[in-house]
């Protein structure tokens, strides 16, 4: 097999993948970093769409103790909260970095200086932004940067499997070409995970088509341990777009941050029997929740959703404040400056991941993980603004740990059997068979059905059951037609690891038998402080998940203490 | 529980779509799908991946006109297909690649060579001086905001006439950006930008063709970037 050498591997080219490799550069500018991508770099993942924003401390008036309130009270404290308190002590640094030297352009207030806006479950306007389309500016401006450094990037590449060495340290990577379909390897000191999340395994999801939980996956794999699996963040405005992929993509939050109203088929704004304080602006869980409680209670709009209605907010406001939405919506013939608008919740980002700490590191030595891949930060439920804001402040992290990492890090020897091992797993499919498109519906359908909004342990147990099954028939799946390009053989490996990441999930969200966050058991609908400020804890061994928990650290503030406070 | 992408009604939509496979001429294939009347161009090309071929090629990432990964030839003109109404085309309708870049498989080209011209003219930002950000007013960034949109997607690039012709011409992306650059205060190499956007095969290459324009699905209007390059380094020199 062809094999490079890097310093460091990087995989992903979102907002953390970018970072990683930006920052690594920064440090020492002498490394040699390889950055591969399974889409187009800087075209592919999430960080991309970022619409509404980015949440950030700038001003006087605002505090970092206060973000971190934020943050910890809409994940339910269930965060780890260093890590929590590592996104919003550095997310400003970042902030202020891809201005004034990435060249990124945020919108100003009247006065020349940076404009912040307001977001659901924040005290405070502090989500920075370009429009409704922020990712744009901060993916294409990383991107444009990497112009001018010596990053070696590999696109349309996609990681296969994560390579050990004789004592367990990383020694690098399987990469598959997917424009030729060649599988070679990429040796490296240092590898950083950051793919993204596996939320594309829900049938109305919001992310890239691309991504498929394989950082995640690999992860699991390779025997790490993951946390909070079962927290996985519907978004609760989703467009309806009939059987088009466009619907489950999102109308952004601002929306409601702005004062948008949400109502169901009869009219009423029913975010008053659920959060008559916040009404709207509550934080995701409980919006989601919401909506999707009231069209299964059969008052939902005509389309299986509720109404989002920003029309008593002014069209001119509404066109300038969010003409990307405006956009969207015209494409399927809806005016959202003027009329209400139908949505449903939509799956969209895994607080849950695998377990690191502050400087990124696992449990695996020279394997760090950012981004979406990582659990923790979030707890039960991520606060809009701290997604963009997650992925970019781990990148950093994760960069700067990496160059301080490969100064005293030798380059491990792999197993050769071991890589051609994975190269003729994975050519496997190249068969006749049966289509992975249909499988894959039916993963989504499932875990819509059962691992979804509201969840009990028949459903669980009945997801865990099919989710053998579908794991079976993957063994019938085929799809000849050669090695390049070939979106079928593609779909069979994304499904492997979807697969892989679902068993875990579902695990988690067996085992927290209360309701907390994101995570909403119909049979333990309670939240219980008593037994449960605990997170779960997940790993494979010898083909079977492993399921314990461990305490939460209140290391900066216990339960009650942000509520007390306000 | 039901939800919103169950549909009833679908339409039966004929389709002529590029096949090529690596290393072999590439010829035009009619399927026959059935789609959500609600769909996108992408909607019916995932029907024919679905339905009828899973080795049928394309590129697609956020299906939401964000990331510029899908941009085909629908009936001859450069659209994104995941932007692109089915309420739009006609019952049978026409998908190539773009033009003036080589086909990787189907409707998939290698962008290498259109990312090569937009490297050339160093898209990446070099800050003045700054400790803080700059404080810029909205009437003053006005200069800059339509080039900023640009998702690199190729639309403009396979439109243009003269890249077809002269294949060393850096085209209207790789410019707009370059604009985008000179006209930002805030970046340090403006001149030597200029000077090279302007250069051999620069903005002068440029025959006010305009297709550019009537392409991009982001109005940009890469051809009004291209003259106000021109005009700033005539009042330069
Ligand atoms: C529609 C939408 C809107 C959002 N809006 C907001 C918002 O307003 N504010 C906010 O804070 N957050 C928002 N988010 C969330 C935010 O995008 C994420 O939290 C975060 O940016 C994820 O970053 P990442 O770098 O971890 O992953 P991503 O940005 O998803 O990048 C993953 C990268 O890994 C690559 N990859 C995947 N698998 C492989 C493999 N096997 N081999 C090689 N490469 C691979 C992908 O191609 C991609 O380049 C939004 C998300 C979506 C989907
Ligand atoms: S200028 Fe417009 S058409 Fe050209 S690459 Fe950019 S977005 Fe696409
Ligand atoms: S898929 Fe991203 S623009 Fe069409």
Redesign the pocket.
């Known amino acids: 097999m062809e094999e490079l050498t890097f310093d460091i591997l990087v995989?992903?080219?979102?907002?953390?993948?970018l970072m990683a490799s930006v920052h690594a550069l920064a440090a020492n500018p002498t490394l040699e970093v390889g950055l591969?991508?399974?889409?187009l770099i800087g075209k592919?993942?999430?960080?991309?769409?970022?619409?509404?924003?980015?949440?950030a401390v700038l001003s006087p008036d605002d505090s970092k103790e206060r973000h971190f309130e934020d943050t910890i009270k809409g994940g339910a404290y269930l965060n780890d909260q260093e890590l929590a308190w590592t996104l919003v002590s550095r997310a400003p640094e970042v902030v202020q970095e891809l201005e004034v030297k990435v060249g990124c352009f945020f919108d100003r207030n009247p006065d020349g200086s940076i404009h912040q806006k307001a977001f659901a479950g924040q005290s405070f306007d502090r989500t920075v932004h370009r429009a409704d389309l922020?990712?744009i500016e901060i993916v294409s401006k990383l991107r444009d940067y990497l112009f001018g450094l010596p990053v070696r990037v590999l696109e349309e590449?996609?990681?296969l499997e994560l390579l050990l060495g004789s004592s367990g340290q990383v020694a690098g990577a399987v990469l598959l070409d997917l424009r030729t379909g060649r599988i070679s390897v990429a040796r490296a000191k240092c590898v950083v995970v950051?793919?993204?999340g596996p939320a594309t395994m829900y049938k109305l999801a919001?992310?890239?088509v691309?991504?498929?939980g394989?950082?995640v996956a690999m992860a699991i794999r390779a025997g790490l341990d993951c946390v909070d699996m079962e927290m996985l963040q519907f978004h609760p405005t989703g467009i309806i777009a009939g059987g088009s992929r466009l619907t489950g993509?999102?109308l952004?939050?601002g929306l409601r941050g702005a004062g948008a109203h949400l109502r169901n088929g009869l009219g009423e704004r029913f975010m008053a029997r659920y959060d008559p304080e916040r009404m709207e602006r509550s934080t995701r869980d409980v919006v989601s929740r919401a909506s999707f409680l009231e069209i299964q209670a059969g008052r939902g709009s005509p389309g299986h959703g509720v109404w989002l209605d920003a029309s008593h907010l002014g069209a001119d406001f509404v066109a300038r404040s969010f003409p990307g939405m405006v956009e969207r919506m015209a494409l399927v013939g809806k005016d959202l400056t003027r009329e209400p608008i139908e949505v449903t919740p939509t799956a969209?980002?895994h607080m849950g991941g695998v377990r690191i700490d502050t400087h990124c590191k696992t449990d695996i030595s020279g394997l760090l993980v950012?981004?979406?891949?990582a659990g923790g930060v979030h707890g039960a439920n991520r606060l809009?603004?701290?997604?963009?804001?997650?992925?970019t402040v781990f990148?950093m992290v994760a960069g700067e740990t990496a160059a301080e990492l490969v100064a005293d890090l030798p380059l491990a020897d792999y197993d050769r059997v071991e890589a051609e091992g994975v190269a003729e797993a994975a050519t496997r499919y190249l068969r006749a068979g049966s289509s992975p498109f249909r499988l894959r519906e039916e993963l989504n359908v499932l875990m819509w059905d059962h691992v979804g909004l509201v969840r009990d342990r028949g459903g669980l147990l009945h997801a865990a059951a099919e989710l053998d099954r579908i794991e079976a028939e993957l063994e019938t799946v085929g799809v000849p037609g050669g090695r390049a390009y070939n979106p079928g053989w593609q779909e069979a490996l994304n499904l492997e690891n979807l697969i892989t990441v679902a068993k875990l999930m579902v695990a988690s969200a067996l085992h927290r038998t209360e309701s907390r966050g994101s995570h909403f058991r119909a049979d333990y609908p309670e939240r219980d402080d008593h037994h449960w400020l605990r997170r779960v804890v997940t790993r494979l061994r010898e083909g079977e998940v492993q399921v314990t928990t461990e305490a939460v650290r209140f290391t900066r503030l216990a339960p009650g203490q942000v509520e007390a406070l306000r | 529980m039901a939800t919103a992408q169950e549909t009833t009604a679908t339409r039966t939509l004929d389709l002529r779509v590029w096949r090529q496979e690596p290393g072999s001429e590439g010829q035009l294939v009619n399927y026959s799908v059935e789609v959500p009347p609600e769909g996108m161009v992408v909607d019916a090309l995932f029907a024919v991946q679905a339905q009828i071929d899973p080795t049928c090629a394309f590129r697609v990432s956020c299906r939401a006109g964000i990331c510029g990964s899908c941009a085909v030839r629908v009936d001859g003109r450069e659209r994104l297909a995941c932007q692109t109404p089915l309420s739009l085309v006609r019952d049978r309708v026409r998908i190539e690649p773009l033009r003036h870049l080589p086909v990787l498989r189907d409707l998939v080209v290698d962008l290498d060579p259109f990312f090569a011209k937009y490297g050339a003219i160093h898209p990446e930002f070099r800050p003045r001086p700054l400790v803080a950000p700059a404080r810029i007013t909205a009437a003053e960034r006005g200069l800059v905001e339509r080039a900023i949109n640009c998702i690199s997607c190729g639309a403009c690039y396979s439109a243009c006439d003269i890249v077809g012709l002269n294949p060393s011409f850096l085209g209207p992306a790789a410019l707009a950006r370059a604009w985008a650059l000179v006209a930002d205060e805030r970046d340090a190499d403006a001149d030597a930008r200029l000077h090279e956007a302007v250069g051999e095969n620069g903005a002068w290459r440029c025959h006010n063709l305009g297709n550019c324009a009537v392409v991009c699905p982001k109005g940009v209007a890469p051809l009004l970037a291209i003259q106000a390059l021109r005009r700033r380094a005539l009042w330069r020199s």
């Open positions: 995989i992903g080219s979102g907002g953390a993948g591969v991508v399974k889409g592919s993942g999430c960080t991309r769409m970022v619409q509404g924003g980015y949440n922020t990712g590449q996609r990681v950051a793919t993204g919001t992310p890239s691309e991504k498929s394989d950082g993509m999102i952004e939050e969209h980002f950012a981004g979406e891949d809009g603004g701290n997604g963009v804001a997650d992925s990148g």
